[in-house]
C-alpha cells in the first residue's frame, strides 16, 4: 500500500469537506447495522465516521487517510494514527503514534 503525505494546503483542503464534523456510526443505519458497529469496535477508537479532532496526512487510493487522532477512545492514545478506509467505510487502528508507525515501515523495508 502506497500512502502520499499531503501537504499542509491539502490538509486543510480536505478539512473543508471531511472530518469536518462528528458523526457517530450509529447515525448512518442505512449503512451500518448494529452488528457492523459491534465488529468494528475497538476500545482504542470512538465510534464516530467523522471527527473534528481527526486530522488526515496522508492519502491513498484518492478516497482513504491516515489521520492523526487527537480525540480517541479510553485505551487509546492522543495523537495515535488511524486509517479511514472508504467503500465499504471503516475506521480502524494503524499506530500508537507517528514515530511507531514510521518504525514499522523502516521494518518492512529491512
Known amino acids: 500500500m502506497s500512502f502520499n503525505l499531503m501537504s499542509l494546503q491539502a490538509m486543510e483542503k480536505s478539512k473543508g469537506y471531511f472530518q469536518n464534523r462528528n458523526a457517530l456510526l450509529t447515525e448512518f443505519p442505512e449503512y451500518f447495522t448494529d452488528e457492523d458497529i459491534e465488529e468494528m469496535k475497538d476500545e482504542r477508537i470512538k465510534p464516530y ?32 494514527i488511524i486509517c479511514y478506509i472508504h467503500d465499504p467505510d471503516e475506521v480502524i487502528y494503524a499506530a500508537e503514534s507517528l514515530t511507531k508507525l514510521i518504525e514499522g515501515i523502516m521494518e518492512e523495508i529491512e
Open 49 to 80: 465516521l467523522f471527527n473534528k479532532k481527526w486530522i488526515p496526512f496522508a492519502e491513498y487510493c484518492d478516497s482513504c487517510f491516515l489521520m492523526l487522532d487527537f480525540d480517541p477512545a479510553k485505551e487509546g492514545k492522543e495523537g495515535q
